[in-house]
């Protein structure tokens, strides 16, 4: 049996996958009509994340995506991401092997996008005044 470490996983999943730029993520958030995908963990998400992203971790990736009409649509578009694309090409080829015809993986993920300076949604702090 062939052993593999995560980054030769992801690195196999690279191969079979596409890759968007943060430009070409920008310009797909922009035309709409994308589902965005946040698959890192919920307190990563609930720390920061892009607007609009839904949160499915991608553990919980494949069994939320059977049982959710609303994200089982396998002809829409979905852009995926987590915190520095390793995740996400795991999750986009599953995604692929589920039948989902148009899905990319953001390259560099969540941290390439506070890097650039992009706008992220942070939930308020709750105050007990």
């Known amino acids: 049996m062939l052993k593999r470490n995560a980054h030769e996983l992801v690195a196999a ?36 994340h892009l607007a609009g992203a839904v949160n499915v971790p991608r553990g919980l990736l494949a069994f939320r995506l059977s049982g959710d009409a609303t994200l089982g649509d396998t002809g829409r578009q979905v852009l995926v991401y987590c915190k520095t694309s390793g995740r996400a090409a795991l999750a986009a080829l ?36």
Do not use: N
Not at 18 to 42: I, S, W
Not at 98 to 117: I, K, L, Y
């Open 13 to 48: 999943a690279r191969a079979h996958i596409h890759e968007c730029t943060l430009a070409e993520a920008k310009a797909q958030l922009a035309a709409g009509q994308v589902l965005l995908l946040d698959v890192r963990e919920p307190d990563e998400y609930q720390a920061g």
């Open 94 to 129: 599953v995604m692929q092997q589920m039948g989902f015809a148009h899905v990319v993986s953001m390259a560099g993920g969540f941290d390439a996008w506070v890097a650039a300076g992009l706008p992220v949604d942070q939930p308020q702090a709750l105050g007990f005044d």
